[in-house]
Structures are given as C-alpha cells and as structure tokens.
C-alpha cells in the first residue's frame, strides 16, 4: 500500500512538471500566433506616439503581449532604470525586467544571459569592436522609432548590408576635470606660470602648470596635482582606452582612416609623456598605483586633494556634493602636445549602444522596441533621463530643456559652441579587450619601474596586429 | 531483502542518479563538445573540430599559470599540511582551552573565498603600503599572499581531520613504544605519521586539488594582476572564456586539459600514499 502510495506521489510529481511545461509551450505558442497582428498595430502606434502624446502610448501598447528584459550595463543608473520600468508596466501592463551586470562583468553576464531561454530582448555593445562577437544576435532597427530619432547616422552601428544593429543611446564627453577654486588660488600666488585657466591651451602649458603646481602642494593644501593614476581594473580604463584614444585618433588623422588592422604608434612618444606627467604630479607614488581604484581618484578630486581628474561627463554623480562646489568643476583637453592644440576640443562620443535580441519572440521583440520609444519620446523618460541619469542622448526628441545640469555637459557644450574640434572616441575600433589589457599591464609596469617603456610600444603595435588578426581570422 | 532493495533501488537513487547525471554529466559532456566548437553562447556553437586546443599551445599566459599554479599547489601543500598536522599535535595534548584553540583555527574556513580575498587584500596591502607597493606590484607578492590565504583559510579544516586521526591512534601502541624506549621523534615518526597515514591521504588529497581549482581567493586577491603573472589556472580558464571575443571555445579547451590534468595528479596521488596506509 504504501508502495502504491509513493508511486502514485511520484507519477503525480512528474506530471505536474509536465503539464507546468506544456502549460508554458501553448503560451508561447499562442503568443506566437497572435503576434503577427500585433506588431503590425504596433507599427500604427509607434507613428502615432512619435507625436507625442502620452495617452495614446497606454492606449496602444495594451496590445502588445511580450515581455521586456533590459541587461543594463551601467550599475550608476541601475535604481533608476528599474523605477522607470516600473512605471512603464503601471502604465502599460508590459513587465519589464531590468537587471544590472556588476561592473566590469556586463560581457560574462551577457554571455551566460544570453544562453538562457529568457535571454535578455534587451542589451548593450561598446561600440563596432563589441558588435563583433553580438552582430549575429542584433535585430534590424531600421524601422524603430528609436532609430527614426537619431540626430545623425553617426551615433547608430550600421552593418555594411545597410542592417541597423545598435543605436547610441547616450553621448559622453571626457577630459581632464579641474578643480576652478584651487587654480585661481595657485593664480594668485607669486610666480605663477599662469594668470587664468583658460591659458593651459598646450601640452607644454598643462606640463609647466602642473610641475609648478606639485612643488607648491604644501602651500595649495593639495596631495597631487593628478588623482592617482590608478590600474585597478576600476580605473585602468581611463587610461588603457581613453588616453590610448588620443594618440590613435591623431594617427588616423594623420593616416585619414577611421580603422586599421596595423597601428604604427607615431605618437607613442606623446603618450608617454602624458603618462609620465600623470603619474609624477600625482597624489600617491607610482608603485601604489596598481591597488589605487577609481573611487579612490573620484574622493581624492572630490575632497579637493587633486586639482585634475581625467574623466567624463558620467562621473559627475560621483564628485558632486562634497568640497568641489558645481560651480567650481570645469573640463580641458587631454593635451598630449600633438596636432592643432588651440583648436584641440574635448573627447566626445558613445559606447553604449542599444541592440534588440534578434533571436527573441517577435511579441517580445514588439514590446521592447515599445518601451524604448517610451523611453525617448514620453515626457516621464524624457524627465528621468535628464535629472534621475543625467544623460545627454543623440536623440531628436531630447530638445534643449531635457539637458541635464551637469557642469561638465555644460563645459562640453562650451567646447562645442566656440568651434573647437571634438575629439572622436576612436577607441572602439580598438581590436580587443586583450589589446587593452596588455597596453593597461605595460603601462602599469612601466610606472612601477618593473617594466621598461618598450614593452608598452610593443603591447600598443604589435598587439594590436595580433589582436586584430585573432579577431578577424 | 534482496528482492526489496532492488526493487526500491530506483527510488532511492534516482534523485541522485538525477542530480548527477544533470548536475555533472550532462554539462561535462556538452563541456568537451563545447571545446571542439567555435561559440559565443553555449547554445550557438559552430563545430571546428581541434583547432581551439592548437591554440593553447600558443598561449603563453597558459603555461604560465600552469607552471605558477603548480609551484603554488606543492607550496601551499606543504605548508597547510605541515602546520596543520603540528597544530593538531599540540591540540591533543589536552592543553588547557583545546575547544577553544580547535573553534578558532576552524573559523576561517566558514568565510567565504571571495570575502577572505577582499580582506587579505586589505591586509596586506596595508602592510605593504608601508613600504609604498601593492599586492599587485609583483607576482610575488601575489602568490605569497595566496599562500598565507590559504594556509589561514584551510589549516583549521585539515586539522580537524588530523585530531580524529591522532585520536585514533591506539594508546597501547604508543605505550609499547615508550616501554621499548623510543623518543619522541622516533614515537612521531615510526607510530603516530604511520597510524594517520589515511588522514594525510585525505588531507593532502583535499589540499592539492584545493590548490589546483583554486578560483575565489584568487580572483578577490589579486585578479591576476599585474599583467596576468599572478594567474593561476582556473582564473586564467575564466578570463579566456569571458575576457576574449572569440576565445570561448579556447577557454572550454583549457577547461578539458584542467580537467584531465586534476583527475591525473589525483589519482596518482591516491595511489601513492595508499600503499604507505597502515591496515590494522
């Protein structure tokens, strides 16, 4: 009897398991059948909503069945994103799921996220050097509202066939964050080398400023002039991709190209002496670099230890509210004594760029592209973005009042108005992550003393031939 | 009862049979599939036959990490098992507050392995910070702060298994040693080592694939900074996996080798000491 008993337990166990996944496969199949219709009104809806009017976004999406999975890559805005698709599911019924990769882990997360069978519809590249491994996966945005509102073709990734695989969904700028209140004091003193800020406009400039500045640290109350150059794998990337950004990016001007499988490092020797300045006229001694994070160079600026911080316009949520008032932050140009300096402007560009899973149920696919052009269009997203992210976006319907306050956007757009030439952010068509690991590694070696500076021109030439030809074979 | 427990047979060892060919079997098969192919997500791959393990023979951060986690395996080895079995010697001579020495040499193994490596990193970077380095100034200095990791995390949980070795050794045999005047070294050398041999067995075991599959502690501590010179295996298998576009099947072919390479040791590690195991 009580054989019978387990038995039946067992048998009544394993069908309801069953019956639970047939249960799911007749959802899907149903959705599946209704969706044809679906997108089709959807198509209808997003014209209708590019009007703007929020009423008829809640009218129209209650059609659309799918489900939303954004695997969001800045863990900054993780609250945010998920407060905004709680709202968009009140409004619409749509559920929306926001998770956050852990910082520097979006791709390992991406690629197990994407093996699962609720694979995210949602999700984001760096740039042409990430698409690489996820243009297979991208669904054609060409007919998205989202792609409909981009201000130029620049800020989307189009496939050589015309396929618009993923559109930048927000603009940065970054460059060398200075502290106003404690160059107009070093002004003020005697002997100093300049009378302004605006007259650090050279390399050879910023040079003389900053090893006058470092020998009057006592009397300034600073401990560097340079926050840490730190190698943590918090930090490094300021270095090993965003000043590797300005010696490539004038050997493409030099060359006229926008990409190349063979770099030459013509101007490695600026490179190097920009390094050498940060790591000289610092807060910490070069061999504690390698365990100095980014937090550590964000306090260090924000209690007022270092005058400049290289680093962008995301990095005003992490600076503000401490010694440094609003109004006393201002960016320059990373100067490295190359090219036409006067007319040097600061680094802006994206590498975040939106891609919808292609391999995702069309109903799915349908709801997510609702809800980015929710995001973009509604005044509510339009809203979040400007003051809860502080993002500036390429999009058209981000008109001057969506510009968040942000005194280093304020300071990019400066640089913009008086016609000074921004510098692009070539360093996505870097090769690899392992190009920029062995730029980062030598770099770090080289400051320690451990390691010689040949061993940088080395992972900076010949790795970046290896790596192009490992990743393109 | 013959007729029974074959009869319940499956009942009883099908939830195991289950979780294990889920668990393990069915990933290890995908697993050395997966190594033939060429992939971004396990669910898309692409067959192409060897070409990922001709790859391994041309990365050098591989043999690096292996001959790194090698050295460091036998190292910290030596030393847990070494100290531990000293600490399990003097455990068990009823000095006053045992209980007390035995719960705080055990604690460290309760903490996990990436909160310990985030607080050695702490630790020794404080100290070092005296002397104006990091951690990852040096593989050096990585690896000896693995191994004093290790050596704090795992000295409590081999020497637990070392005090029920000791304790088992029969109190007559000891007696009989001292009656033929024996030393104590002699005593330690030629009753008490030869009685635990199964528990040096277990511990050695236990601490050589520790220190081969070694993965947490090494990711907090170091990452394998600086320029993947304080690597060891499994983190190495990780990096190319994930770090690399293109490189996932590479990783899952150096994930085969680990494998091949951890079964070999411990089977012949086995053999080894079980020939030196006392039967009584």
């Given at each position: 009897?009580?054989?019978?008993?387990?038995?039946?337990?067992?048998?009544?166990?394993?069908?309801?398991?069953?019956?639970?996944?047939?249960?799911?496969g007749?959802?899907?199949?149903?959705?599946?059948?209704?969706?044809?219709?679906?997108t089709?009104n959807?198509?209808?809806g997003?014209?209708?909503?590019?009007?703007?009017?929020?009423?008829?976004?809640?009218?129209?999406?209650?059609?659309?069945?799918?489900?939303?999975?954004?695997?969001?890559?800045?863990?900054?805005?993780?609250?945010?994103?998920?407060d905004?698709?709680?709202?968009?599911?009140?409004?619409?019924?749509?559920?929306?799921?926001?998770?956050t990769?852990?910082?520097?882990?979006?791709?390992?997360?991406?690629?197990?996220?994407?093996?699962?069978?609720?694979?995210?519809?949602?999700?984001?590249?760096?740039?042409?050097?990430?698409?690489?491994?996820?243009?297979?996966?991208?669904?054609?945005?060409?007919?998205?509202?989202v792609?409909?509102?981009?201000?130029?073709?620049?800020?989307?990734?189009i496939?050589?066939?015309?396929?618009?695989?993923?559109?930048a969904?927000?603009?940065?700028?970054y460059?060398l964050?200075?502290?106003?209140?404690?160059?107009?004091?070093?002004c003020?003193?005697?002997?100093?080398?300049?009378?302004?800020?605006?007259?650090?406009?050279?390399?050879?400039?910023?040079?003389?400023?900053?090893?006058?500045?470092?020998?009057?640290?006592?009397?300034?109350?600073?401990?560097?002039?340079?926050a840490?150059?730190?190698?943590?794998?918090?930090?490094?990337?300021?270095?090993k991709?965003?000043?590797?950004?300005?010696?490539?990016?004038?050997?493409?001007?030099?060359?006229?190209?926008?990409?190349?499988?063979?770099?030459?490092g013509?101007?490695?020797d600026?490179?190097?002496?920009?390094?050498?300045?940060?790591i000289?006229?610092?807060?910490?001694?070069?061999?504690?670099?390698?365990?100095?994070?980014?937090?550590?160079?964000?306090a260090?600026?924000?209690?007022?230890?270092?005058?400049?911080?290289q680093?962008?316009?995301?990095a005003?949520?992490d600076?503000?509210?401490?010694?440094?008032?609003?109004?006393?932050?201002?960016?320059?140009?990373?100067?490295?004594?190359?090219?036409?300096?006067?007319?040097?402007?600061?680094?802006?560009?994206?590498?975040?760029?939106?891609?919808?899973?292609?391999?995702?149920?069309?109903?799915?696919?349908?709801?997510?592209?609702?809800?980015?052009?929710?995001?973009?269009?509604?005044?509510?997203?339009?809203?979040?973005?400007?003051?809860?992210?502080g993002?500036?976006?390429?999009?058209?319907?981000?008109?001057?009042?969506?510009?968040?306050?942000?005194?280093?956007?304020?300071?990019?757009?400066?640089?913009?108005?008086?016609?000074?030439?921004?510098?692009?952010?070539?360093?996505?068509?870097?090769?690899?992550?392992?190009w920029?690991?062995?730029?980062?590694?030598?770099?770090?070696?080289?400051?320690?003393?451990?390691?010689?500076?040949?061993?940088v021109?080395?992972?900076?030439?010949?790795?970046?031939?290896?790596?192009?030809?490992?990743?393109?074979? | 009862?013959?007729?029974?427990?074959?009869?319940?047979?499956?009942?009883?060892?099908?939830?195991?049979?289950?979780?294990?060919?889920?668990?393990?079997?069915?990933?290890?098969?995908?697993?050395?599939?997966?190594?033939?192919c060429k992939?971004?997500?396990v669910?898309?791959?692409?067959?192409?036959?060897?070409g990922?393990?001709?790859?391994i023979?041309?990365?050098?951060?591989?043999?690096?990490?292996l001959?790194?986690?090698?050295?460091?395996t036998?190292?910290?080895?030596?030393?847990?098992?070494?100290?531990?079995?000293?600490?399990?010697?003097l455990?068990?001579?009823?000095?006053r507050?045992?209980?007390?020495?035995?719960?705080?040499?055990?604690?460290p193994?309760?903490?996990?392995?990436?909160?310990?490596?985030?607080i050695?990193?702490?630790?020794?970077?404080?100290?070092?910070?005296?002397?104006?380095?990091?951690?990852?100034?040096?593989?050096?200095?990585?690896?000896?702060g693995?191994?004093?990791?290790?050596?704090?995390?795992?000295?409590?949980?081999?020497?637990?298994?070392?005090?029920?070795?000791i304790?088992?050794?029969p109190?007559?045999?000891?007696?009989?040693?001292?009656?033929?005047?024996?030393?104590?070294?002699?005593?330690?050398?030629?009753?008490t080592?030869?009685?635990?041999?199964?528990?040096?067995?277990?511990?050695?075991?236990?601490?050589?694939?520790?220190?081969?599959?070694?993965?947490?502690?090494?990711l907090?501590?170091?990452?394998?900074?600086?320029?993947?010179?304080?690597?060891?295996?499994?983190?190495?298998?990780?990096?190319?996996?994930?770090?690399?576009?293109?490189?996932?099947?590479v990783g899952?072919?150096?994930?085969v080798?680990?494998?091949?390479?951890?079964a070999?040791?411990?089977?012949?590690?086995?053999?080894?000491t079980?020939?030196?195991?006392?039967?009584?």
């Open positions: 009897m009580k054989k019978k008993f387990i038995s039946m337990l067992l048998a009544a166990a394993l069908a309801a398991s069953l019956a639970a996944g047939c249960g799911n007749t959802d899907n199949g149903n959705g599946a059948n209704e969706n044809a219709a679906d089709g959807n198509d209808n997003n014209t209708d909503t590019g009007n703007g009017t929020a009423e008829n976004d809640g009218a129209l999406v209650d059609k659309v069945e799918g489900s939303v999975y954004y695997l969001n890559f800045k863990p900054e805005q993780a609250q945010q994103w998920k905004l698709a709680q709202e968009y599911s009140t409004e619409t019924g749509i559920p929306v799921t926001i998770e990769a852990a910082s520097g882990t979006y791709e390992s997360t991406l690629k197990s996220e994407m093996a699962k069978s609720e694979a995210p519809t949602l999700f984001q590249v760096n740039g042409p050097a990430g698409l690489a491994s996820w243009k297979d996966y991208c669904y054609d945005l060409k007919d998205s509202a792609y409909k509102n981009l201000k130029s073709d620049d800020f989307a990734l496939s050589d066939d015309g396929q618009v695989q993923g559109v969904y927000v603009i940065e700028t460059g964050i200075y502290n106003k209140d404690i160059i107009d004091d070093y003020e003193m005697d002997g100093a080398k300049i009378k302004d800020v605006s007259e650090i406009n050279s390399f050879a400039k910023l040079k003389e400023v900053a090893d006058d500045m470092q020998a009057k640290r006592d009397e300034l109350g600073i401990k560097g002039v340079f840490s150059a730190g190698m943590d794998s918090s930090s490094d990337w300021r270095f991709t965003h000043l590797a950004n300005m010696p490539i990016y004038f050997e493409y001007e030099d060359e006229k190209v926008g990409t190349t499988d063979a770099i030459k013509t101007y490695l600026a490179y190097k002496n920009i390094w050498d300045l940060y000289t006229d610092s807060t910490v001694e070069p061999t504690m670099i390698s365990g100095m994070t980014g937090e550590d160079a964000a260090e600026f924000a209690m007022g230890e270092a005058v400049f911080y680093n962008g316009t995301w005003y949520k600076i503000t509210g401490n010694d440094v008032d609003d109004d006393d932050m201002g960016m320059l140009p990373i100067y490295i004594g190359v090219g036409d300096e006067a007319n040097q402007g600061l680094c802006t560009g994206s590498e975040n760029y939106w891609c919808v899973n292609k391999n995702a149920s069309e109903d799915d696919i349908a709801a997510t592209l609702n809800f980015l052009e929710w995001v973009v269009t509604s005044d509510r997203g339009r809203q979040v973005f400007r003051d809860e992210m993002f500036v976006t390429p999009f058209t319907t981000f008109t001057e009042e969506y510009m968040p306050e942000n005194p280093l956007v304020a300071a990019a757009n400066e640089y913009i108005d008086s016609g000074k030439t921004s510098v692009p952010w070539v360093f996505s068509t870097i090769p690899s992550e392992g920029k690991n062995g730029v980062g590694s030598a770099l770090l070696e080289y400051a320690q003393g451990t390691g010689d500076w040949e061993a021109k080395k992972a900076f030439v010949d790795g970046w031939a290896s790596e192009y030809s490992a990743v393109n074979q | 009862m013959q007729k029974s427990l074959k009869r319940y047979f499956p009942i009883f060892a099908f939830p195991t049979l289950a979780a294990f060919t889920i668990g393990f079997f069915i990933p290890f098969v995908m697993g050395i599939y997966l190594s033939l992939f971004t997500t669910a898309d791959a692409r067959f192409i036959g060897i990922n393990y001709l790859k023979l041309s990365d050098r951060t591989f043999l690096h990490s001959w790194y986690t090698a050295a460091f036998v190292v910290s080895m030596v030393l847990i098992n070494v100290l531990a079995f000293t600490v399990a010697m455990l068990t001579k009823g000095i507050g045992t209980n007390a020495f035995r719960t705080v040499f055990f604690m193994n309760l903490i996990g392995g990436i909160v310990l490596g985030y050695w990193q702490l630790l020794l970077n404080g100290i070092l910070a005296n002397f104006q380095k990091t951690l990852t100034y040096n593989s050096a200095y990585g690896f000896w693995l191994v004093v990791l290790m050596c704090w995390q795992q000295i409590g949980y081999m020497m637990i298994i070392y005090i029920s070795g304790q088992n050794v109190g007559e045999l000891i007696e009989a040693a001292k009656i033929d005047g024996a030393k104590p070294a002699q005593i330690l050398f030629h009753v080592i030869p009685m635990v041999m199964p528990s040096i067995t277990i511990c050695t075991f236990l601490t050589l694939t520790n220190g081969f599959k070694l993965f947490d502690q090494n907090a501590l170091t990452n394998g900074e600086p320029s993947s010179m304080s690597e060891l295996l499994a983190l190495n298998i990780f990096n190319t996996f994930y770090g690399r576009t293109g490189y996932e099947g899952q072919a150096k994930a080798v680990f494998f091949l390479l951890v070999m040791i411990a089977i012949v590690q086995t053999r080894l079980r020939t030196k195991e006392v039967q009584h």
